[in-house]
């Protein structure tokens, strides 16, 4: 039988992509905290331990919504980083990884999603927060963002193109 092992991490920042340093979370390893390595990046990120379901996407029968939840155990800390995440309109980066099952070191980044933290749930039990995407598929709104050579590479000066 093959043991594997998953975690899911997540990061919280702002409109500017500006990492909320103290909302980065792992729920796999109660004990401490793991080093990351985001794709794209080269320097870990120290991750600490918060119990956390992620639901991942799901979408409506017409295909107009996309949307995931988190689900934390109903605490006041956990009640406070949901609703300062919503109250602000944090993004949320999800990383599923893939982990080595005797040393549970990140092995391989299976999927990274991006979403926007949009609703709030709770009761005793448990708090919801409600994830949806960045672009609003009803009045196609679509965050605004330029294009810039830093983020994009070498770009047009004129419209015109020619592939000699």
Same mark, same amino acid.
């Given at each position: ?10 990061? $919280? ?9 103290? $909302? ?45 939840? *988190? ?10 980083? #949901? ?7 944090? *993004? ?5 990884? *893939? ?5 549970? #070191? ?11 933290? %949009? ?9 919801? *927060? ?6 609003? #598929? ?20 004129? %419209? ?5």
């Amino acid at each position: 039988m093959t043991l594997e092992a998953i975690t899911t991490f997540i990061r $919280f920042s702002d409109s500017d992509n500006t990492s909320i340093e103290h $909302f980065k979370f792992q729920n796999s390893t109660t004990t401490g905290v793991i080093d990351y390595v985001r794709p794209g990046e080269t320097n870990a990120e120290p991750y600490d331990f918060l119990p956390f379901i992620y639901s991942g996407a799901t979408k409506s029968v017409s295909g107009d919504n996309i949307e995931s939840s *988190l689900t934390f155990a109903a605490n006041p800390i956990s009640i406070g980083y #949901a609703q300062e995440a919503r109250e602000n309109g944090y *993004l949320v980066e999800v990383n599923t990884v *893939l982990m080595t099952p005797t040393t549970f #070191a990140p092995s391989r980044t299976l999927t990274t999603e991006y979403w926007i933290a %949009s609703g709030l749930n709770y009761n005793v039990e448990a708090v919801q *927060l409600s994830l949806s995407s960045s672009i609003d #598929a009803v009045s196609s709104f679509v965050p605004n963002k330029v294009l810039l050579s830093k983020n994009v590479g070498a770009l047009p000066v004129s %419209s015109r193109i020619s592939n000699v």
